[in-house]
């Protein structure tokens, strides 16, 4: 079982950044994805960013791209979300989630099996 636990978020304004820490313990495969995923009230949750842990890869989502860098520590298993330049259009609640068995990371989130329990962002214009 895998738990995740995530901090971070907060209040900023448009334009300012942000980094979101996610913590994760318990056993998973050694091939597996990390992907962040943000909600807002009313709104279908959307993946933000993935990773596969192994190789590298990322994906982003086009609202993101040149604004956000996923990564992770695995020494420390850790994963972080830095988010720069952000807009209103950011806000939410934002969640990280583990994909076992994975070689490419996508952002389906059907796909994630763990979750975190959310962390809330907010960006005021």
């Known amino acids: 079982q895998v738990q995740l636990v995530e901090s971070g978020g907060g209040s900023v304004q448009r334009g300012g950044s942000l980094r979101l820490s996610c913590a994760r313990s318990g056993h998973t495969t050694r091939d597996y994805c990390m992907g962040w995923f943000r909600q807002v009230p009313g709104k279908a949750r959307e993946g933000v960013a993935g990773?596969?842990?192994?190789?590298?890869?990322?994906v982003y989502a086009d609202s993101v791209k040149g604004r956000f860098t996923i990564s992770h520590d695995d020494v420390e298993y850790m994963f972080f979300l830095q988010m720069n330049s952000l807009e209103p259009e950011d806000t939410g609640m934002y969640y990280c989630?583990?994909?076992?068995?994975?070689?490419?990371?996508?952002?389906?989130?059907?796909?994630?099996?763990?979750w975190s329990q959310g962390t809330q962002v907010t960006v005021s214009s």
């Open positions: 990773i596969q842990t192994s190789s590298g890869t990322t």
């Open positions: 989630a583990v994909r076992s068995l994975c070689r490419d990371p996508d952002l389906w989130k059907y796909a994630y099996n763990y």
